[in-house]
Protein backbone atom coordinates (compact mmCIF):
# COMPACT_ATOMS: atom_id res chain seq x y z
CA UNK A 1 0.00 0.00 0.00
CA UNK A 2 1.34 3.35 -1.07
CA UNK A 3 0.32 7.03 0.17
CA UNK A 4 -2.03 8.03 -2.39
CA UNK A 5 -4.04 4.91 -0.92
CA UNK A 6 -4.32 7.34 2.38
CA UNK A 7 -8.55 7.97 1.91
CA UNK A 8 -10.56 5.84 3.45
CA UNK A 9 -14.16 4.26 2.86
CA UNK A 10 -16.22 4.24 6.11
CA UNK A 11 -18.60 1.67 6.31
CA UNK A 12 -21.63 0.86 8.38
CA UNK A 13 -21.26 -1.95 10.34
CA UNK A 14 -24.41 -3.76 8.90
CA UNK A 15 -23.48 -3.05 5.12
CA UNK A 16 -19.94 -4.16 6.42
CA UNK A 17 -20.76 -7.22 7.39
CA UNK A 18 -23.29 -7.80 4.26
CA UNK A 19 -20.19 -6.66 1.85
CA UNK A 20 -17.08 -8.31 3.90
CA UNK A 21 -15.19 -9.67 1.02
CA UNK A 22 -15.36 -6.10 -0.73
CA UNK A 23 -14.31 -4.60 2.52
CA UNK A 24 -11.29 -6.20 2.91
CA UNK A 25 -10.35 -6.24 -1.25
CA UNK A 26 -10.49 -2.16 0.00
CA UNK A 27 -8.76 -2.29 2.88
CA UNK A 28 -5.78 -4.26 0.56
CA UNK A 29 -6.40 -1.94 -3.16
CA UNK A 30 -7.56 1.31 -1.06
CA UNK A 31 -6.12 1.72 2.40
CA UNK A 32 -8.15 1.12 5.55
CA UNK A 33 -11.66 0.66 6.24
CA UNK A 34 -13.71 2.12 8.53
CA UNK A 35 -16.22 0.46 10.21
CA UNK A 36 -18.99 2.34 12.34
CA UNK A 37 -21.85 2.01 14.42
CA UNK A 38 -23.04 5.88 15.54
CA UNK A 39 -19.10 5.99 16.04
CA UNK A 40 -16.12 5.14 14.71
CA UNK A 41 -15.89 1.06 16.66
CA UNK A 42 -13.22 -0.58 14.29
CA UNK A 43 -11.03 -0.28 11.13
CA UNK A 44 -9.89 -3.21 8.59
CA UNK A 45 -6.09 -2.96 7.18
CA UNK A 46 -4.62 -4.26 4.77
CA UNK A 47 -1.87 -7.41 7.15
CA UNK A 48 1.09 -5.55 5.66
CA UNK A 49 0.11 -2.37 6.57
CA UNK A 50 -0.73 -3.48 10.25
CA UNK A 51 2.31 -5.31 10.12
CA UNK A 52 4.64 -2.06 9.03
CA UNK A 53 2.67 -0.06 12.20
CA UNK A 54 3.34 -2.76 14.53
CA UNK A 55 7.01 -3.55 13.30
CA UNK A 56 6.55 -6.78 13.07
CA UNK A 57 7.72 -7.30 9.36
CA UNK A 58 8.07 -11.15 8.21
CA UNK A 59 11.94 -12.31 8.60
CA UNK A 60 12.93 -13.27 5.40
CA UNK A 61 13.33 -16.82 4.16
CA UNK A 62 16.72 -18.26 3.92
CA UNK A 63 16.88 -18.02 0.16
CA UNK A 64 15.67 -14.16 0.30
CA UNK A 65 18.77 -14.27 2.97
CA UNK A 66 20.89 -15.22 0.73
CA UNK A 67 20.00 -13.54 -2.17
CA UNK A 68 20.50 -10.53 -0.08
CA UNK A 69 24.23 -10.95 -0.12
CA UNK A 70 26.47 -8.42 -1.34
CA UNK A 71 27.94 -9.53 -4.80
CA UNK A 72 31.40 -10.41 -4.52
CA UNK A 73 33.57 -9.71 -7.45
CA UNK A 74 34.20 -12.59 -9.76
CA UNK A 75 37.84 -12.03 -9.93
CA UNK A 76 38.10 -12.31 -5.72
CA UNK A 77 41.31 -13.95 -4.43
CA UNK A 78 41.09 -15.97 -1.23
CA UNK A 79 45.26 -16.33 0.20
CA UNK A 80 44.96 -20.12 1.18
CA UNK A 81 48.47 -21.90 2.56
CA UNK A 82 50.32 -23.94 -0.26
CA UNK A 83 52.62 -25.65 2.39
CA UNK A 84 52.16 -29.48 2.21
CA UNK A 85 51.22 -31.64 4.93
CA UNK A 86 48.71 -28.48 5.71
CA UNK A 87 48.55 -29.05 9.88
CA UNK A 88 45.20 -30.48 11.01
CA UNK A 89 43.76 -29.85 14.28
CA UNK A 90 41.11 -32.15 15.59
CA UNK A 91 41.40 -30.85 19.73
Known sequence: MTA???ESTT???QEAERHFREVLKRSHDEG???VEHGQDVAV???MEEYRRLTGQEPEPDFKEFLLSAPDWPDD???PRSTDLPRE????
Do not use: G, K, M, R
Not at 88 to 91: I, N, Q, T
Open 11 to 13: WQV
Open 32 to 34: PQL
Open 4 to 6: EHA
Open 44 to 46: ILD
Open 76 to 78: LEI
Open 88 to 91: VDFS
